[in-house]
């Protein structure tokens, strides 16, 4: 596994690295009166995740190989990273059904649940906290609006609140 940590947090890397060189297009310092310039999240969101892959390549180095290491995962991790995956696309199917928080809430009970077999605190504060939190960042904060499907009405109050 620690090739494949290698090879992922390269190319991570990588990716990062193109995605600020990308953001630098626009401004990312702050702009007078305006707040944070449009490339500021992009390129400093790169940037945290370039620290990461750095990190974890880093920690890959420094780590020792465990005897029969093998690259790719077990035959018996298959079903469950098929199921992580199949999960994946249906949140993505139902986002313009029901929305981007009714899915994200249904994508973290599930996965915490039945994935995760976490206990049911984690769940609920996982699956409160992290919608509300969405919201703020990217409608209050960044001003983009996400798909909320049949579930737009409950919003105008928020809307009439915050904009």
């Known amino acids: 596994m620690l090739a494949a940590d ?25 702009v007078a009166a305006s707040g944070p310039g449009g490339g500021a999240f992009p390129f400093w969101l790169s940037a945290i995740m370039l620290a990461a892959s750095s990190l974890i390549l880093l920690r890959s180095f ?7 290491e093998k690259f ?5 991790a298959i079903p469950q990273i098929a199921g992580v995956v ?3 696309v249906a949140t993505i199917a139902v986002i313009p059904f029901i929305g981007t928080y009714l899915a994200l809430i249904a994508f973290l009970f599930i996965y915490l ?6 206990g049911w ?7 409160l906290a992290t919608p509300v939190v969405v919201f703020f960042f990217f409608e209050v904060t960044l001003k983009i609006l996400l798909p909320k499907g049949w579930t737009e009405p409950f919003f105008i109050p928020l809307y009439a609140m915050f904009f």
């Open 6 to 30: 290698r090879l992922i947090a390269l190319a991570l890397m990588g990716l990062s690295l193109y995605f600020m060189w990308y953001a630098k297009a626009l401004p990312i310092g702050w």
């Open 62 to 68: 420094i780590s020792h190989p465990h005897e029969g």
């Open 72 to 76: 790719f995962p077990d035959a018996d």
């Open 86 to 88: 199949a999960l994946l």
């Open 113 to 118: 649940k039945f994935f995760g077999h976490h």
């Open 121 to 127: 605190m984690l769940i609920g504060i996982l699956t």
